[in-house]
């Protein structure tokens, strides 16, 4: 069965302490990963997508990586309005349909 | 980026009544849109994939006679919840399927909130 897991659950980070989160996948043959922002009440932001292992991709503060088991979205030196929860999917198969890891609250502290 | 947008963005009605969300994508054709919900601290769930033209594929556990989906034309997508009751009380989330090229990115409406008294 396809599953997404995101770790931590929680991170309290103080503002300018890098960090990372992690996502691990067990799919049927990737077609994408893909990792999203989301603040409260609100849905889901697009950052990255990913397609094989060894990609990279950056965003301001935020870098994806990705290898054949994981993905990381690295933080470096967050502020405060990076706070919220990120999610990570996974795309597999012959089908559109996104799989949602549970996501990690990101808060950052002034 | 594609933006998708989502009307009405927070509704509370009636238990029995039914209740219509919509979801455009406002700068490109979809072909296909998602239905998700969401509970509180939970992660989103996808309830079902529509089509352009055809019916909706519900996900299993999904009632398709209470959620019902129409995909009218390429930039519109609606769901209705039809009877509702409290526990269908949620955050409802839509996406769009740029498609026509090789990332097949999903982008997000911004969601409706749904209370159900």
């Known amino acids: 069965e396809d599953q997404v897991t995101q770790s931590p659950e929680a991170l309290r980070l103080q503002e300018g302490e890098s960090s990372s989160l992690n996502c691990s996948y067990t799919v049927s043959g990737l077609r994408g990963l893909f990792w999203y922002r989301q603040d409260p009440g609100k849905g889901p932001e697009f950052l990255f997508t990913?397609?094989?292992a060894g990609e990279e991709k950056e965003k301001e503060r935020l870098k994806a990586t990705l290898t054949k088991k994981e993905s990381f979205l690295h933080i470096t030196a967050p502020k405060p309005e990076d706070s919220a929860t990120y999610l990570c999917a996974v795309q597999a198969g012959n089908t559109d349909k996104l799989i949602f890891g549970t996501g990690t609250r990101l808060q950052v502290f002034p | 980026g594609a933006v998708v947008s989502q009307h009405p963005s927070r509704v509370i009605c009636k238990s029995g009544t039914s209740v219509k969300i919509e979801c455009r994508s406002l700068d490109f054709q979809a072909t296909t849109m998602f239905w998700y919900r969401q509970f509180p601290k939970q992660s989103l769930m996808l309830m079902a994939t529509?089509?352009?033209?055809?019916?909706?594929?519900?996900e299993q556990g999904v009632e398709k006679d209470k959620f019902l989906i129409n995909h009218a034309s390429l930039t519109l997508s609606t769901l209705t919840v039809t009877s509702a009751h409290p526990e269908d009380s949620s955050f409802y989330i839509c996406?769009?399927?740029?498609?026509?090229?090789?990332?097949?990115?999903?982008?997000f409406g911004p969601g409706t909130r749904l209370t159900v008294l």
């Open positions: 996406s769009a399927n740029t498609g026509g090229d090789s990332t097949d990115t999903q982008y």
């Open positions: 529509s089509n352009e033209g055809s019916k909706a594929t519900y």
């Open positions: 990913l397609y094989s």
